[in-house]
């Protein structure tokens, strides 16, 4: 597991950093880093360019990711900006950045909402089959999930469960406070979601919040807030139950596979953002979802 904390005085800074770590061969183990397939170099990354990575998972995968960042207006102000997010199923140098081979086909892509010209703290947890971003935005967090998931699946029957989970979806700003505005573990209950799944035909799906849809994430899509957390009453930082994020579909019915390296924990009043929980000795780092913190709205991602 690669991490690392960094900080940004604006999103193209951000996301130069964020690239720089993944693509670093000193960071992972040999041939695992993260290949920066377009543009040609960190620094040749622009506000407009479209960013796509290729991870290799086990070695001989091919997982795709885009990154690109996109202005999102609210009223007369501007400076609002969304991390665009998007995965593929082959690479193309000829094709732009929303035209990859198996792009998201859905009406809105998955996003990172963000705020320009300001200072973000930012964390990373990846390895070479999905990486983790969290960004601490003003007093809330924003995030994404962005790769392979576990599939539940016999060897073959998924051959490529690619996740793209954001915070929101395009065209939303980071100031919005309704349900729609949740991470990719709190996926939203409207008409969009922040979080895609590629299906096994290959067609993408949004994940639902509480309200039922094809695609819904458990446990957080049915409100588990009185749910026991700890081993005993006597709460410390190494005895916190985790439990996995499950993706399961309605049409057909059954259950899809398991987020990779994030748990939910349930607060219980106990457990503060950022702090860091240890299970089995691998070390997990605690976040809430976006400005909420109610008890079902805190998750635990992998920190080494």
Same mark, same amino acid.
Request: proline share 4%.
């Given at each position: 597991?690669?991490?690392?904390?960094?900080?940004?005085?604006?999103?193209?800074?951000?996301?130069?950093?964020?690239?720089?770590?993944?693509?670093?061969?000193?960071?992972? $183990?040999?041939?695992?880093?993260?290949?920066?397939?377009?543009?040609?170099?960190?620094?040749?990354?622009?506000?407009?360019?479209?960013?796509?990575?290729?991870?290799?998972?086990?070695?001989?995968?091919?997982?795709?990711?885009?990154?690109?960042?996109?202005?999102?207006?609210?009223?007369?102000?501007?400076?609002?900006?969304?991390?665009?997010?998007?995965?593929?199923?082959?690479?193309?140098?000829?094709?732009?950045?929303?035209?990859?081979?198996?792009?998201?086909?859905?009406?809105?892509?998955?996003?990172?909402?963000?705020?320009?010209?300001?200072?973000?703290?930012?964390?990373?947890?990846?390895?070479?089959?999905?990486?983790?971003?969290?960004?601490?935005?003003?007093?809330?967090?924003?995030?994404?999930?962005?790769?392979?998931?576990?599939?539940?699946?016999?060897?073959?029957?998924?051959?490529?469960?690619?996740?793209?989970?954001?915070?929101?979806?395009? $065209?939303?700003?980071?100031?919005?406070?309704?349900?729609?505005?949740?991470?990719?573990?709190?996926?939203?209950?409207?008409?969009?979601?922040?979080?895609?799944?590629?299906?096994? $035909?290959?067609?993408?799906?949004?994940?639902?919040?509480?309200?039922?849809?094809?695609?819904?994430?458990?446990?957080?899509?049915?409100?588990?807030?009185?749910?026991?957390?700890?081993?005993?009453?006597?709460?410390?930082?190494?005895?916190?139950?985790?439990?996995?994020?499950?993706?399961?579909?309605?049409?057909?019915?059954?259950?899809?596979?398991?987020?990779?390296?994030?748990?939910?924990?349930?607060?219980?009043?106990?457990?503060?953002?950022?702090?860091?929980?240890?299970?089995?000795?691998?070390?997990?780092?605690?976040?809430?979802?976006?400005?909420?913190?109610?008890?079902? $709205?805190?998750?635990?991602?992998?920190?080494?």
């Amino acid at each position: 597991m690669a991490c690392y904390v960094g900080s940004a005085n604006n999103v193209l800074a951000m996301l130069k950093g964020v690239v720089a770590f993944l693509t670093d061969t000193t960071q992972f $183990d040999t041939g695992k880093s993260w290949t920066l397939l377009t543009p040609s170099s960190v620094d040749a990354i622009t506000s407009s360019t479209g960013v796509i990575l290729k991870g290799v998972g086990d070695g001989d995968d091919e997982i795709y990711i885009g990154l690109k960042m996109s202005s999102a207006t609210t009223g007369s102000t501007t400076t609002n900006v969304n991390l665009l997010l998007n995965g593929y199923a082959g690479y193309d140098s000829g094709l732009e950045w929303e035209e990859q081979p198996g792009a998201i086909n859905l009406a809105k892509l998955p996003v990172i909402p963000l705020v320009d010209a300001t200072y973000l703290t930012y964390w990373v947890s990846a390895n070479s089959s999905r990486f983790i971003i969290m960004v601490e935005l003003s007093t809330q967090y924003e995030g994404a999930y962005l790769g392979l998931m576990t599939p539940i699946a016999i060897e073959n029957q998924y051959p490529y469960p690619l996740v793209i989970g954001g915070s929101f979806y395009a $065209d939303g700003v980071w100031t919005d406070t309704s349900t729609n505005h949740g991470m990719f573990t709190h996926p939203g209950t409207g008409t969009y979601s922040s979080i895609a799944i590629r299906r096994p $035909d290959g067609m993408w799906r949004y994940c639902k919040g509480e309200t039922l849809g094809n695609l819904n994430m458990w446990p957080t899509n049915i409100s588990p807030s009185d749910t026991l957390t700890v081993l005993d009453d006597s709460l410390t930082l190494e005895n916190v139950i985790m439990y996995p994020f499950l993706l399961y579909e309605n049409n057909p019915v059954g259950m899809v596979g398991q987020l990779d390296g994030v748990y939910w924990v349930g607060n219980r009043e106990d457990l503060a953002t950022k702090d860091s929980i240890v299970y089995s000795d691998v070390s997990y780092k605690i976040f809430n979802n976006v400005s909420n913190r109610d008890k079902d $709205d805190y998750f635990a991602i992998q920190w080494s």
